[in-house]
């Protein structure tokens, strides 16, 4: 979670600073649309980034050697019969599959280093797609911001309702 603030974060700040770089190029009233197009792919390989360190270097149970049944029976407590119990005892069994996959994976084949660490980057190609759609819900979340920022202004007088078209101005 705390990434995810980091990364947001870090969005808002990417924004402002390709907004300040791109204003010279950009017509003003496509520069916020322009702006979030473009950092949605840098961006996200930041977050990806940090989300993959973050996995790694978080403690991982020692699967290596152990059936896969039993790493699901030890690993995978039961919380109850709920819908979100249900996705978080899936979301839980995907994850220790895939470290135990991996983890056997490497450890029969002799692999070592960089390659171990290219499988577990692998592995969690997911944290990139969990990424790419928190930037998304980011950017999202900007542009509606801004339409809100300036349907507003069109909107609110003193003390009357005042519409603004396209290209019209704000009159009092």
Known sequence: MATLVVGAAAC???????QARLAKHVIPDYLSAVTRRLLVAPASALLAVGLIVVSLVRPQPYLVGMELGRVMQNHIASSGQSLLSMFERSASAME????WAVQ??????GVAGWGALLGWIGVFALQSALALAFVRFVVGAAAAHDVLRRLWGCTVGDDESLSCGAGE???K
């Open 169 to 171: 101005e704000r009159v």
């Open 96 to 99: 220790l599959a895939s470290f």
């Open 12 to 18: 808002w700040i990417l924004g402002r600073w390709a």
């Open 104 to 109: 056997n994976a490497l450890d029969g084949l």
